[in-house]
C-alpha cells in the first residue's frame, strides 16, 4: 500500500468516525402529535432553526459526508 492510498485511508476513516458522531448528537426530527397539530412550522424555534447547534450538525454532516464520498471515489480510483 503506497504512502498516499495510506493517508487517504486514514482521512476517510476519520470522516466516517465524524460522521457517526455528528448523526448520533442530532436530536429527532420529528415533533410528534403535538408539533402535527399545532403546526411546527409558524413557531419562533422553526425560523431561527439555522442557528441552532442541530442545524450546525446537519450542515456538518452534508460536508462531511461529500468529503467521505470523494475521498471513496479517489480511493476506488487508485485501487
Given at each position: 500500500?503506497?504512502?498516499?492510498?495510506?493517508?487517504?485511508?486514514?482521512?476517510?476513516?476519520?470522516?466516517g468516525l465524524a460522521i457517526i458522531v455528528a448523526?448520533?448528537?442530532?436530536?429527532?426530527?420529528?415533533?410528534?402529535?403535538s408539533g402535527a397539530i399545532g403546526g411546527v412550522?409558524?413557531?419562533?424555534?422553526?425560523?431561527?432553526?439555522?442557528?441552532?447547534?442541530?442545524?450546525?450538525?446537519a450542515r456538518a454532516t452534508k460536508w462531511v459526508?461529500?468529503?467521505?464520498?470523494?475521498?471513496?471515489?479517489?480511493?476506488?480510483?487508485?485501487?
Amino acid at each position: 500500500m503506497s504512502a498516499l492510498k495510506l493517508v487517504i485511508t486514514i482521512l476517510q476513516l476519520l470522516c466516517g468516525l465524524a460522521i457517526i458522531v455528528a448523526v448520533l448528537f442530532q436530536s429527532g426530527k420529528s415533533a410528534g402529535l403535538s408539533g402535527a397539530i399545532g403546526g411546527v412550522a409558524d413557531s419562533f424555534l422553526a425560523k431561527n432553526k439555522a442557528k441552532t447547534l442541530d442545524a450546525k450538525l446537519a450542515r456538518a454532516t452534508k460536508w462531511v459526508g461529500a468529503v467521505f464520498l470523494i475521498l471513496t471515489l479517489i480511493l476506488l480510483i487508485m485501487g
